[in-house]
């Protein structure tokens, strides 16, 4: 079988939500510091973009985490591979996520940095797919909806490959001939 990736949400248009994300974060802590979480490994690329286009300081900081179960689903099993290695106590923490997908890593991971008494948690994802959700969370700042379909690049992987695509695309398998 073929990989075939058909563009989905093109660079423009990832830059200019950056661009509209940033500003509603910097509009929500003018003045305050900021710090952002990324979720090892999908999450970079978005950071990335996202710390540059706010005017705040921000603060970067990684976590890495895995979850049990099968390689498509992500289980609530979840195990952290490697934590973020500051204090966050009274500090405006915001998670910065590729995509919530059935939401089972986010919850855990909310209630996670939530217990060690942040001063305001948020949740901001360049991706949203409401139809998977199984675990509830609350999304505070969301880039684009998308329906249920696997997709790729801007951080995200099948098998760790497109990671490095400047745009969002939907994978499909075809048959080679
Ligand atoms: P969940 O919300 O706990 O199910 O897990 C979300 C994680 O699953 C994301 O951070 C991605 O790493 C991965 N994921 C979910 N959907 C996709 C997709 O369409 N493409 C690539 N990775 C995905
Ligand atoms: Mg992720």
Do not use: W
């Not at 003018?30 to 300081?57: P, Q, W």
């Not at 949203?128 to 329906?147: A, L």
């Amino acid at each position: 079988m073929k990989e075939v990736i058909r563009e989905y949400i093109s660079k423009e248009k990832l830059e200019e939500k950056v661009r509209e994300l940033a500003a509603m974060i910097e509009k929500d802590f003018e003045g305050e510091e900021l710090h952002f979480v990324c979720v090892l490994k999908g999450s970079i690329m978005f950071m990335a973009d996202l710390s540059r286009a706010v005017k705040n300081n921000v603060y970067l900081h990684f976590m890495d985490v895995s979850s049990y179960g099968n390689s498509t689903e992500s289980s609530g099993n979840i195990k952290i591979l490697m934590d973020i290695d500051e204090p966050i106590k009274d500090k405006n923490v915001i998670i910065v996520e590729d995509i919530i997908d059935s939401g089972r890593t986010l919850a855990v991971l909310k209630d996670m940095l939530l217990a060690r008494g942040p001063k305001s948690l948020k949740i901001c994802t360049i991706l949203n797919k409401p139809d998977r959700r199984v675990s509830h969370v609350d999304v505070d700042y969301e880039g684009f909806k998308i329906p249920d379909e696997f997709v790729v690049g801007y951080g995200l992987d099948y098998a760790q490959k497109y990671r490095n695509l400047d745009y969002i695309g939907i994978l499909s398998f075809e048959e080679e001939n």
